[in-house]
């Protein structure tokens, strides 16, 4: 299994739409996880953080299954504006009691009217 | 707060000359990164940064790439002699020191390359 690998998409779904996206790890021992939102041609930006079995921010759930070793996004009543590319990003374990953060390629999501 | 710093937003190069770029974190992160992001992909962790050490390069060609963070605070990371395939949007960030890498990552505006 890929340290990260993410729902490959696109994503195309009419506004109002609920949409999910799914991201795997290898990594067991990962405390850890965050979903970054990414538009086109800008920086990625912290979307949210997943610490313990999930976290909801308005129409954002993330949920996290350490058993299946997944992480999910939902995302409920699409707007136009939540088009863009949503990273999975977790934690690895590098040299000595470094962590380093690694990325999935990214689900690219389009809502359209 | 201010955020992560990075200049030039944009280069264009031809094949086999030299580059670099800088990054200022924002102030307090003893963590800096360099990610090099080509088009369709996530970003891929070139070298990492506790204060003035390094922590993890192990995805850095260290044939033709070089970072530095003397003082612990900025960074430059330059490229020497550039290839075609170096042509990307190279980001930086920073975090506050992390436990179990639970911090997330602050990015700059990244620099994009482009290699003729």
């Known amino acids: 299994r890929k340290e990260v690998e993410q729902d490959p998409g696109p994503f195309n779904v009419p506004e109002g739409a609920t949409v999910a996206f799914n991201c795997t790890y290898s990594n067991s021992a990962s405390q850890s996880f965050f979903w970054y939102r990414q538009d086109c041609r800008k920086e990625p930006k912290l979307l949210m953080s997943?610490?313990?079995s999930g976290n909801e921010d308005g129409r954002f759930t993330a949920q996290l299954n350490r058993a299946s070793q997944y992480i999910s996004l939902l995302i409920r009543d699409s707007k136009l504006s939540d088009s863009a590319t949503y990273l999975c990003v977790v934690p690895a374990k590098g040299g000595g009691s470094n962590y380093k953060l690694t990325f999935g390629k990214g689900t690219l999501l389009t809502v359209n009217p | 707060e201010a955020g992560v710093a990075q200049s030039p937003r944009y280069k264009i190069i031809e094949k086999r000359q030299s580059v670099a770029f800088w990054c200022n974190p924002i102030s307090g992160h003893a963590t800096l990164y360099w990610y090099q992001q080509i088009l369709g992909q996530g970003p891929k962790l070139l070298i990492q940064?506790?204060?003035?050490?390094?922590?993890?390069d192990s995805q850095l060609p260290k044939d033709r790439f070089s970072a530095e963070r003397l003082k612990g605070v900025d960074s430059t990371l330059k490229i020497q002699p550039a290839k075609l395939e170096d042509s990307a949007v190279y980001l930086c960030?920073?975090?506050?020191?992390?436990?179990?890498?639970?911090?997330?990552?602050?990015f700059g505006n990244g620099t994009r390359l482009t290699v003729t």
């Open positions: 940064f506790q204060n003035n050490g390094v922590v993890d």
């Open positions: 960030a920073s975090s506050l020191v992390t436990f179990r890498g639970n911090s997330p990552l602050h």
């Open positions: 997943v610490y313990s």
